[in-house]
């Protein structure tokens, strides 16, 4: 009989949060009376918005990049990131003393490009919809010697999201159920293995946006299936294949997808604006949104949910969540 090693566990995750002990956010977990009585539940929203580059994934960028060898530091590292994941490494590499190429879609939000920029990192764009940026990516670190970190595919930049769940936990105790985004499935895989490793018996909820259901749709079918890349506003989101990695650790612990329109994550983002005073870019509100949306079936009494980040200008934020249906009043 043979078994196969997990890519991630929990030691990894806990070994991880020593690690950017001190150099990441230990972000706050904020509560709304409002929000649970709409709800049913008492909800617990762990927020990553408030983490350094605005989203999760410094969290994982740090983890993968803080174990290089001299060696490859000082040669520099490259990654492919839609934005978020750009920005950690940037970030990431500024603070350990290197230097960093990120290859980003063309139509990638101009606040997460200049802030990539802003972290010191050279860009190399591509078309998201006729180029793969995995194999630019990899040519890229090959013709240039570079320490490919990916945004998901990787054993410690899944451990170094689940820290954010780690956190969570340590905090609230035991959780009923956790909701996260699912994007290429590193964030609800490091979660979901910190969440299950402490207590079995939560159930893990992904979300994605309707129009990419590729963790769903795989999940349904027992293998990895592709769908065409998705047009939806959650760009962080908008991926059409589950990673391989981020698969084998989803497909055992995660319970079930939920899904939600753009116009669901338009009221997400304004209901965390009006109610909960934070700044929510569209694929942090997923989670959120589909607790409003009523998305997510019978819920159990303690939720925990992953706002995973909050990267957005102020004015495709005005656009998006401008044309509020009526006024929801002062936060709680």
Do not use: W
């Amino acid at each position: 009989m043979t078994t196969t090693t997990p890519p991630v566990t929990l030691d990894d995750v806990r070994d991880a949060a020593a690690r950017i002990k001190g150099v990441a956010h230990r972000t706050p977990v904020l509560r709304s009376r409002t929000l649970d009585a709409l709800v049913g539940a008492e909800v617990h929203l762990k927020c990553e918005n408030f983490q350094r580059v605005g989203a999760f994934k410094f969290r994982g960028a740090y983890n993968a990049a803080s174990r290089l060898s001299p060696g490859q530091l000082a040669r520099g590292i490259a990654a492919y990131s839609s934005g978020n994941h750009a920005q950690a490494v940037a970030l990431a590499a500024r603070e350990l003393g290197t230097t960093a190429v990120i290859v980003m879609p063309e139509d990638a939000p101009r606040s997460k490009r200049d802030a990539t920029l802003g972290y010191g990192a050279e860009i190399v764009t591509y078309d998201r919809y006729t180029e793969d940026r995995v194999s630019i990516g990899r040519a890229l670190a090959a013709e240039r010697g570079l320490a490919l970190i990916p945004p998901y595919e990787h054993p410690h930049v899944m451990a170094g999201q689940g820290t954010a769940a780690l956190e969570l936990l340590e905090e609230v105790g035991e959780l009923d159920a956790l909701l996260a985004p699912v994007g290429g499935g590193g964030l609800i895989a490091g979660s979901a293995t910190a969440a299950k490793g402490l207590y079995p018996g939560i159930r893990v909820i992904g979300v994605e946006p309707e129009a990419g259901d590729d963790t769903k749709r795989s999940l349904e079918a027992g293998r990895r299936v592709s769908i065409p890349v998705p047009h939806t506003i959650a760009d962080g989101q908008a991926l059409h294949t589950p990673g391989e990695l981020t698969f084998s650790v989803n497909r055992r612990l995660v319970d079930d997808i939920a899904l939600v329109s753009d116009d669901e994550i338009k009221d997400g983002m304004r209901f965390a604006f009006e109610r909960l005073k934070i700044v929510v870019e569209p694929s942090g509100a997923t989670p959120l949104a589909v607790l409003l949306a009523g998305r997510a079936g019978r819920l159990p009494q303690r939720i925990g949910v992953i706002i995973s980040g909050g990267n957005i200008d102020a004015e495709r934020f005005a656009r998006l969540c401008g044309n509020a249906k009526n006024d929801t009043g002062s936060g709680d």
